[in-house]
């Protein structure tokens, strides 16, 4: 497969403070490619490193088989399109000015109305940003990344205070952007995000990479056993509960108005305890399966939580 | 080519849209002016008529034709005093009691005026006006070394402070506006993230600052010109306008301003911390220069701190334009030479050094 970007031993300092801690990454061609982290493992820092906003203090970065030395050049520049986290635009101008204005800096563009059917802006043509909602003005940004029909696409934490509406619909557009066979480069902290989007994931700690795998593959490996929660009328007597857990092998967790149980096989535990209730004519109310996340792969592979 | 085209359209769009840009290049050297017209004429009471005193002393040889100037003089509305020697001249040039003097000899002619009298360029024109016509009309045998030249100046001419100061708070409020809006639009540009974003696509930062520093220019020059006209307007002032030489000092006086403001976003990163310095240093500059007091009532030391100051030259070239103070052609041409080098250079640099800095 062709790898698009290839960064070997990436480290960046900041005084005596390493920010990034030699990260190797590989991102292939068409695929969308997670970077995971908290708040200040590093993620920004590497995608900056990557854009040409930030200078690396050693190490290695190839995009679309050029090594990167210095600047990005402008050749380089040609084919990619940013997103970045805050994205502020020139003042004063109207939606479809702004796409002019940025389409004019490429040598290759698509069209206005094109770059606006696709983030479904095309009603705000003549709109001002500042008139835009938090997930239109994201969207503008997204068309302005798309306005010179790049090949690979940065975007950092596209979709963080956004609300679930607007995030929903930047999800979706990313899917379309994949399914035109665009690369992206996504940096979140958002495990669902991560988790419906993207191919593989990077997952980055204190300015290293921990693990990189699919999703799947991640969860299967680091993201432990599955959860039964439940609740029982009437609350059954100490022994039956006792006799429940013989039955399971396992300890029932207490929680407060219902029972926990840990499972590495969801079908057969379920079917014990649904023995078990008719048994001791005890009715199951509010059962609820809970599957290992990305979130607990971060737990796994860490020790802490993502949003720590 | 194309980025520049469109970035020049969409930077107009943007300069005209926003009214806090337009405002501070287009009503603020006016308003500035204004404000400061009024408050000095307030101050000087106004125009008024100058009666000019002039001291003489002739040599022995010349003495015959006291009464032809004195008969000139007369005819002129100047008053003219013969004394005996120099001494008298510099004793009541120093105590003000008159305005200028003269000691003729048949092969040299000296001038004496007292450096504290603000005035004293109009002072000179219209004594050398005078003399020349007097030489030429009235005194036979004195050799040719006194030049006639025409000067536009009027008998018994108004002479107002607010002539002198309409100049100097044009070229402070013309940097003024020049130097901010360059520097905040910058600086604003660093804070949300606009250059970032800018840097990361093919464009060049010199393209990026030239686009915003074009508006900033044509806007001020037009500006100037505005101010001038409302000067005379409604403060009387007599100019005897070059439209040419006004224009061309405006003009590269405002481009070196806008590459200072260019500098100062760079220097300075942060927006609040490139105001305030921007804003102390026009307000040396402004203090410490000829904006509002002439070289000649100036401590040496003060002499020394204004002549490093660019306000004081563009000053001085907007009052040479005005046809109100002398200036050599030469020096005049070398002035706007330099603030059109050196203002195209800091925004090369600064265009460059900014799109750099955006690279951490």
Known sequence: MEKVIEVRDLRKKYGNFEAVKGIDIDVFKGEVFGFLGPNGAGKTTTLEILEGLRKPTSGTIKMFGEEIKGDVIPEIKERIGVVLQQTSFLDHLKVKEILELFASFFKKSISIEKALEMVELKEKVNAYPENLSGGQRQRLAIAVALINDPDLIFMDEPTTGLDPQSRESIWVLVEKLKS???????????????????????????????????????ILKYGGESKIDFSCTPTPPTEKVEELERELQGKIHKLDDHCRIVTKDLTQTLEKI??????????????????????DVFLNLTGRELRD | MKSGNTLLLKSFYMFVRDGKATLMMFVSPLAFMLILGFVIAGISGGTQNVSVRLAFHL????????????????????????????????RLVSSAKMQMGISLTSTSMTFFYNQAF???????????????????????????????QPVKINRGVNLTVISFIVPGAMAIAILTACVLSTATAFSNYRSNNTLK?????????????????????????????LTILAAEAIFSTIYSINWLLLLLITSTAAIMSIGLGTIFSVVFRDMWTTLNFSTILLTVMMLFSNVFYPFSI???????????????????????ALGISPMY?????????????????????GGRIMFYFERR
């Not at chain 1, 649904?274 to 979130?295: A, G, M, Q």
């Not at chain 2, 009464?67 to 510099?90: C, M, P, W, Y």
């Not at chain 2, 306000?311 to 001085?316: E, P, R």
């Open chain 2, 298 to 320: 100036m401590p040496n030391y003060m002499r020394i701190i204004a002549h490093t100051m660019p306000v004081t030259y563009f000053t001085q070239g907007l009052r040479y």
């Open chain 1, 180 to 218: 035109n066979g665009k690369t992206i480069f996504l940096t979140t902290h958002y495990m669902e995000e991560a988790q419906r989007l993207c191919d593989r994931i990077t997952i980055i700690d204190h300015g290293k990479v921990v693990e990189t795998d699919s999703p799947e593959h991640l």
């Open chain 2, 59 to 90: 040599s022995k040889n010349l003495q015959p034709f006291e009464k032809a100037l004195e008969q000139e003089a007369r005819n002129a509305g100047f008053s003219a005093v013969f004394v005996k020697d120099e001494k008298t001249i510099k």
């Open chain 2, 329 to 349: 052609m030469s020096e005049f041409l070398l002035v706007n030479a330099i603030f059109a080098f050196a203002g195209v250079m800091l925004v090369i640099i």
């Open chain 1, 274 to 295: 649904v023995l078990w209730s008719k048994k001791n004519n005890v009715s199951l109310t509010d059962v609820f399966f809970i599957e290992p996340t990305l979130e």
């Open chain 2, 118 to 148: 603000g005035q004293y360029n109009n002072y000179l024109r219209i004594l050398q006006k005078f003399v020349s016509q007097a030489v030429k009309k009235r005194i036979s045998g004195i050799p040719t070394y006194v030049e006639a």
């Open chain 2, 197 to 225: 974003r800018l840097k990361v696509t093919p464009l060049s930062g010199n393209t990026f600052a030239f686009s915003i520093a074009v508006h900033r220019f044509w806007s001020s020059v037009v500006s100037s010109i």
